[in-house]
């Protein structure tokens, strides 16, 4: 071919690889720059994520202190088990015998108990959520500690029944544990205190 020919082609394959050139440089620019992006939009996305489990932290220690002895312990054990989806206390009820009397040495739910279930599940209906429930039984001081521990389990697995059957709550969001003597809120040595520890406590979890 004629050199007079081949300078310009060789001149015009150097413009088009230098253009080709500019192209990738920028093309390589714009893809590390998106991945720049990408990278800081992850960090700042597992940022958000630290802080927010953080607060949630925070605001469950707060929740632990100011709840009894027995309802922070349903709270942690719910917690333990892996029950609730976002691990809140959000309300109990306490059944006491004064008011819901068991027979002596029974478990059977009186009139007034069954009652009083009946607005308890009333009010979880109307919050339409789904909820993790411990129920606790309690006893009064008299009577060995064993008794008094299967008395409560008695009571408090009463209770679940009645939720379970009349109510339709699923029993895998229904917990029961038994207390007995060890946790009381009144004094034993007087009738109104003895009848006030006997109860069957609620504890309503998220």
């Known amino acids: 071919m004629p050199r007079r020919i081949l300078a310009p082609l060789a001149g015009l394959l150097i413009l088009v690889l230098a253009?080709?050139?500019?192209?990738?440089?920028?093309?390589?620019?714009?893809?590390?720059?998106?991945?720049?992006?990408?990278?800081?939009?992850?960090?700042?996305?597992?940022?958000?994520?630290?802080?927010?489990?953080?607060?949630?932290?925070?605001?469950q220690e707060a929740q632990l202190a100011a709840l009894s002895t027995t309802s922070r312990e349903a709270l942690e054990r719910a917690l333990a088990a892996g029950e609730l989806a976002e691990g809140k206390f959000l309300f109990e009820t306490v059944l006491t015998d004064e008011k819901v009397r068991f027979g002596f040495d029974e478990a059977e739910l009186s009139d007034e108990a069954k009652l009083a279930l009946d607005v308890f599940a009333s009010e979880l209906r109307a919050r339409n959520e789904n909820v993790f429930i411990e129920i606790q039984g309690h006893t009064d001081g008299i009577g060995a500690?064993?008794?008094?521990?299967?008395?409560?389990?008695?009571?408090?697995?009463?209770?679940?029944?009645?939720?379970?059957?009349?109510h339709g709550l699923a029993l895998h969001r229904l917990a029961v544990v038994s207390y007995g003597k060890s946790e009381p809120i009144a004094d034993n040595s007087t009738r109104e205190g003895r009848s006030r520890n006997r109860r069957?406590?609620?504890?309503v979890l998220k």
């Open 19 to 59: 253009a080709g050139g500019c192209a990738t440089k920028k093309y390589v620019q714009t893809e590390v720059g998106q991945a720049e992006n990408r990278v800081g939009e992850r960090v700042d996305d597992v940022a958000g994520q630290v802080e927010a489990n953080q607060t949630r932290l925070a605001e």
């Open 145 to 166: 500690e064993d008794y008094n521990l299967a008395l409560g389990h008695k009571r408090a697995e009463a209770v679940q029944r009645y939720l379970n059957l009349r």
């Open 200 to 203: 069957v406590v609620l504890v």
